[in-house]
């Protein structure tokens, strides 16, 4: 079965430097995502990103973040100035369509981003 | 705005009961429900979803039915194994077209042989 596939599967960072996470969507799927967990808390969505843009953000998804397709396999995630407070397991995930067409999301097993 | 509330966790239970995870929702519109599992170490993979009242979905031996009148979507599976031991988030696309998923805290399951 196809499958979402993250790279790192840990990432070690030091506040302030710039941290780029990768992300493999489901090779028909048109609709890529973003979510965070930080530990202890709910799985929060970020961003979603269609047709080369972004499609809708959360409030959480300030000028510190960036999302891009820089071919047509990866989506990748770029914090830009990494704070402590950005440690948390970040998951990436892709759907055919979007769910308000009921269709379900698909999610990588996620990268660990701990920032010292 | 849209919301899930699940009940807390842990759930400890023995080999061969009978499993109820209680979640309900407060959405506009009609959303879409879900249900996702986290086993240890890995991520989320889709249980079960239901797109509209009173649909049932199912897999796996997990049940969970689609309740408008009661905003709810409480998950059920009648005989649970350890390997049933995991996370589980439920979740909701929200029928006002926005594309982010809003998840339930997660109830960590504990199934002892």
């Known amino acids: 079965e196809p499958e979402v596939t993250q790279t790192p599967s840990h990432q070690v960072t030091q506040m302030g430097q710039e941290v780029i996470l990768r992300c493999v969507p489901i090779?028909?799927?048109?609709?890529f995502y973003w979510y965070r967990q930080i530990l202890g808390q709910k799985v929060e969505f970020l961003v979603s990103?269609?047709?080369?843009?972004?499609?809708?953000k959360s409030e959480i998804f300030d000028d510190q973040f960036s999302v891009e397709r820089p071919d047509g396999s990866n989506f990748t995630l770029k914090i830009r100035s990494t704070k402590l407070e950005d440690s948390a397991m970040y998951f990436c995930?892709?759907?055919?369509?979007?769910?308000?067409?009921?269709?379900?999301?698909?999610f990588g097993d996620g990268t660990r981003l701990s920032i010292l | 705005g849209d919301s899930v509330t699940q009940m807390e966790g842990p759930v400890t239970l023995s080999e061969e009961a009978f499993l109820t995870i209680n979640c309900t929702y407060t959405?506009?519109?009609?959303?879409?429900l879900f249900w996702y599992v986290q086993y240890p170490g890995e991520g989320l993979q889709l249980l079960l979803k239901?797109?509209?009242?009173?649909d049932k979905g199912s897999n796996k031996g997990f049940e969970a039915t689609y309740r408008k009148e009661t905003t709810s979507f409480h998950l059920e599976k009648g005989s649970v194994q350890v390997s049933d031991s995991a996370v589980y988030f439920c979740?909701?696309?929200?029928?006002?077209?926005?594309?982010?998923?809003?998840f339930g805290k997660g109830t960590h399951l504990i199934i002892q042989p």
């Open positions: 239901a797109t509209k009242a009173d």
């Open positions: 990103f269609y047709n080369n843009e972004i499609s809708e």
């Open positions: 979740a909701l696309g929200s029928g006002g077209g926005a594309d982010g998923l809003t």
């Open positions: 995930a892709s759907s055919v369509s979007r769910v308000a067409l009921n269709q379900p999301q698909h």
């Open positions: 090779s028909n799927h048109l609709y």
């Open positions: 959405a506009t519109g009609y959303p879409s």
